[in-house]
């Protein structure tokens, strides 16, 4: 988590679990060119033994990176009186708006021991906005 306080007032609080995915993805790509070394170079079938082992472990990382991918930023404007706020996963983005006069509570989950999904609820009179 990074913590920023912008000359103009604004306070920007960016959260990410990019490492991990970008860890996980080099290791498919890793496993994709093993796949092909074998392939092309070693003249190895298909179906063999040293392309099967190196397929499962890239479908695995491959979508654990997809998984693991998160991105959450809140922009605390202090000339609008609003927070803006956006969190980003692999193949879906969230935003919106929340003024200050409509923010009551906001509350942060920490995440649970295999989760890296952190919860952050904002309470406002009308509903919760959970993140």
Known sequence: MRIEKQNNGNIEVHISYVLMSYLALFGTFTCIFGILYFI????????????????????????SGIVL?????????????????????????????????????????????NSNDMGIQIFTPNNVVCL
């Open 40 to 63: 092309y170079i070693e003249n190895q079938a298909i179906f063999s033994y040293p392309i099967i082992g190196l397929v499962v472990p890239a479908v695995i990382l491959g979508i």
């Open 69 to 113: 991918f998160e991105k959450s930023s809140f922009i605390f404007d202090a000339s609008k009186s609003e927070l803006r706020w956006k969190k980003k996963r692999y193949f879906k983005t969230k935003k919106g708006i929340v003024p200050f006069y409509d923010i009551k509570e906001i509350k942060i989950d920490k995440p649970l021991p």
